[in-house]
C-alpha cells in the first residue's frame, strides 16, 4: 500500500521529516468553513495561495501531489479514496482540539485508514509537557480548567519557559541563562522618542496566483476587512518566510525589546517580526526564528539595554560588544563576531524574542491542548455581552479602539499589546462574552486559528479562566496613555472618570473592579487596586457607575 501524507492547510513545509517517507502527499483544499463566517478577506487569500504554493513547491521538488478541492474534508476523502481504495494515509496530529479523532473516524467511516503523528512543527510535544508537569501517562490526569473557569495554578508560563530554555539551551550557558537573568522585561516598555521611525516593514506583493486567488476569495466568500490587495504584504511561500525572517533579524530585532509594549499612531508594524502568520502556516518551524535570533545575538550581542547609537538611545551607555559582556565562557568567539553594518542585538531583544515563541507560544498550545473543550466557552466573569458594533466598523472616536481596530481591518493584524491592552481589555471592561470576542478575533486576524486564539482570548484577554494569569490583565486609560501618543489626539479626556467627555476606560475600568469584586478582590495581586475602589466608595463610586452605564449604551449603539 502507497504511504500518503495527509498535510492540512496549517502543514505547509516542505522540509519536514514526515515527508522523507511518504509516497504522496494529499492537500484537501475545503472551502465550506469560510462560508459560516464572515473571515478577513487577506486571512482567506493568504491561508489558499499559501496551499496552493505549496502544492507547486512540492511538485516542483518531486513529489506526487493529489490536490482536491472540496466543501468538506469529507467530500474531499470521498473523492480522493473513490481513486486510491488502498492508499494509507498518515497526519501530523491537528493542532485543533478534537480534529485529530474526528479526521481518523472520517476517514475510517469512508473504509480507509488514518494514522496520527506528533506534530513537528511545535517545538515540544505533548510527552515534554507531561514530563514538566509531572503527569504520568498518555493523557492528562484532569483538566486544566474546572466547570466554573477556575483553574490549577501550578501551570505557569514563566516556569515552563525556563524548562524549555534549559531543555533546549536556547540563549544558555551551561545551566545559567545567558546574562545571569531569564527575563528582562523591565527593559521592555519604552515608548519610542517622536523622530523614531520603525524599521520598513518587508513586503512580499502578490504574485499571479496570489491575485487570482483573491479575486476568486472576494467572489465566493462574504468577507470582512480590506477588500483590495493593496496592504497585502506576507510570505506566502517558504522562500518569502525565510526572507521574512532574514530582515526581521537584520533589521527589526535590535528595536524589538525595547518598543515591544509601545503603540504609535499609524504605526501599526513598529519592531515586531510579523512572523505569526507565517509561523502558523508551518512556513516556519518555530526552531528557526529561534535558532536565528540566538545566532544573531551570539554575532551581534550587546548587553541588555545597549543600543545603536544610531537608534537614539534612551537607555544610555554605548553598545557593548557580546566580548565584553559575555565574559570568560565565550574565548571561542572570534575577536570581532559582530557585522560592522548590522545594528548590534542587546540582550533584552534576543530574550524578549525568544520567550515569545519557546515561552508563549509553545505553553499557550499546550494549554490549549489540556484545557479542551471547556477553555472555549470559560467565563468565570459571567460576562455576556455581544460586542460593540465599533468591532466591525472601526467607528468610534476612542483613539486606540479605532486605531487598533482600523489595524485588524487593513491588514488582518495588530501587534500584541494592541491585541491584549486595545482589543481585548476594551471588550473586557464592557463586559463581552469571551466567546464572541474569540470569535471576532479568529475571523478578523491573518494568524489566527482556534489553538491560538482560544488560549488568548479566552483566559489571557477576557479572563475566562485564571489558567494563564492570576489576574485580569485590565486596564484604565492611564496604561494606554503611558504606552502610546493615541491620548493626545483623542477626544476623550484620559485625566478624567467620570462625566461626559471622560476617557470611557477609566468609568469602565473602577466599575468592572467593582461588578466583579467577589471572584477579583480575593486573587492574587489585585488587594492594590481594590483597595483604591474602598477610597472611593459612596458618591464617587456612584458617579462612576452612572458614567459607566453610559459609556456601554453609547457603545452598543455604535456612538462612543
Ligand atoms: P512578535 O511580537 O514579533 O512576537 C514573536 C512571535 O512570538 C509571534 O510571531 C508568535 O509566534 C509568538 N507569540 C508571542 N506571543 C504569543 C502568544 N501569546 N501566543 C502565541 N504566540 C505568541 N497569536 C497568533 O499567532 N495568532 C492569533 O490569532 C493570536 N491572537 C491573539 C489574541 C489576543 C487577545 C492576544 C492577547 C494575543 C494573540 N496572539 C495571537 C499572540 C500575539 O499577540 C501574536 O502572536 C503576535 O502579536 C503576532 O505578531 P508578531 O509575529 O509580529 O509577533
Not at 6 to 18: E, S, T
Not at 106 to 121: F, K, M, P, Q, Y
Not at 159 to 180: A, I, N, Q
Not at 357 to 365: A, L, N, P, Q, S
Request: glycine share 10%; with cysteine.
Amino acid at each position: 500500500d502507497d504511504a500518503v501524507l495527509w498535510l492540512l492547510g496549517d502543514q505547509l513545509n516542505p522540509d519536514l521529516d514526515a515527508l522523507a517517507d511518504a509516497d504522496e502527499v494529499l492537500l484537501i483544499e475545503a472551502h465550506g468553513f469560510a462560508d459560516r463566517k464572515p473571515y478577513h478577506a487577506h486571512k482567506l487569500t493568504l491561508v489558499f495561495s499559501a496551499m496552493r504554493h505549496f502544492r507547486d513547491a512540492l511538485r516542483d521538488r518531486g513529489h506526487d501531489v493529489s490536490y482536491v478541492n472540496a466543501e468538506s474534508f469529507g467530500e474531499g476523502v470521498d473523492g480522493f479514496l473513490a481513486d486510491r481504495p488502498d492508499a494509507h494515509l498518515r497526519l501530523m496530529r491537528p493542532a485543533s482540539h478534537g480534529a485529530g479523532d474526528r479526521l481518523r473516524e472520517l476517514v475510517a467511516e469512508r473504509g480507509g485508514s488514518l494514522e496520527l503523528v506528533d506534530n513537528e512543527l511545535f517545538w515540544t510535544t505533548p510527552a515534554d509537557w507531561r514530563e514538566w508537569t509531572g503527569e504520568p501517562g498518555e493523557e492528562a490526569t484532569r483538566p486544566v480548567v474546572g466547570e466554573d473557569g477556575s483553574a490549577d495554578s501550578r501551570y505557569r508560563q514563566e516556569g515552563w519557559y525556563r524548562h524549555v530554555r534549559r531543555e533546549t539551551g536556547v540563549l544558555m550557558d551551561g545551566d545559567e541563562p545567558v546574562g545571569g537573568e531569564w527575563n528582562y522585561d523591565d527593559l521592555n516598555q519604552e515608548t519610542p522618542p517622536d523622530d523614531w521611525e520603525p524599521p520598513e516593514r518587508p513586503r512580499f506583493d502578490p504574485d499571479e496566483l496570489t491575485r487570482e486567488t483573491h479575486e476568486w476569495v472576494r467572489e465566493r466568500f462574504d468577507t470582512w476587512g480590506a477588500e483590495s490587495l493593496d496592504a497585502f504584504a506576507w510570505p506566502v511561500t517558504r522562500e518569502e518566510a525565510r526572507e521574512a525572517l532574514d530582515a526581521f533579524v537584520r533589521d527589526r530585532l535590535p528595536s524589538f525589546g525595547r518598543y515591544e509594549d509601545a503603540m504609535v499612531e499609524g504605526e501599526p508594524f513598529l519592531s515586531h517580526s510579523l512572523l505569526s502568520p507565517a509561523i502558523n502556516l508551518g512556513l516556519l518551524n518555530p526552531r528557526e526564528p529561534v535558532r536565528a535570533v540566538e545566532a544573531a545575538y551570539e554575532e551581534r550581542g550587546v548587553e541588555p539595554g545597549a543600543y545603536d547609537s544610531d537608534e537614539g538611545s534612551a537607555a544610555g551607555g554605548s553598545a557593548t560588544t557580546l566580548d565584553a559582556f559575555g565574559g570568560g565562557d565565550r574565548e571561542d568567539e572570534p575577536a570581532d563576531a559582530g557585522d560592522a553594518d548590522l545594528p548590534p542585538v542587546p540582550l533584552n531583544a534576543a530574550e524578549g524574542f525568544v520567550r515569545q515563541v519557546i515561552g508563549w507560544r509553545e505553553f499557550t498550545r499546550h494549554v490549549y491542548r489540556e484545557a479542551m473543550p471547556e477553555l472555549a466557552t470559560a467565563d468565570r466573569l459571567g460576562q455576556s455581552r455581544g460586542l460593540p458594533p465599533a468591532y466591525w466598523d472601526g467607528d468610534t472616536d476612542m483613539r486606540c479602539l479605532s486605531e487598533a481596530v482600523g489595524h485588524v481591518r487593513e491588514y488582518g493584524y495588530a501587534h500584541h499589546i494592541e491585541r491584549l491592552m486595545v482589543l481585548s481589555n476594551v471588550a473586557l471592561l464592557y463586559g463581552t462574552d469571551p466567546a464572541a470576542l474569540n470569535e471576532w478575533f479568529h475571523l478578523g486576524f491573518v494568524d489566527a486559528y482556534h489553538w491560538v486564539t482560544t488560549p488568548n482570548v479566552v483566559a489571557m484577554g477576557s479572563f475566562g479562566t485564571d489558567v494563564l494569569s492570576s489576574k485580569p490583565y485590565a486596564a484604565s486609560g492611564s496604561y494606554v496613555n503611558r504606552m502610546s501618543d493615541y491620548c493626545a489626539s483623542c477626544p476623550y479626556a484620559v485625566s478624567r472618570t467620570t462625566g461626559e467627555g471622560a476617557c470611557p476606560l477609566n468609568a469602565l475600568y473602577w466599575d468592572f473592579l467593582a461588578e466583579n469584586e467577589e471572584t477579583l478582590r480575593g486573587t492574587g495581586r489585585m488587594g492594590l487596586m481594590y483597595s483604591h475602589l474602598d477610597e472611593k466608595a459612596g458618591a464617587e463610586l456612584d458617579a462612576i457607575r452612572e458614567r459607566a452605564s453610559a459609556v456601554r449604551e453609547l457603545a452598543a449603539d455604535g456612538k462612543l
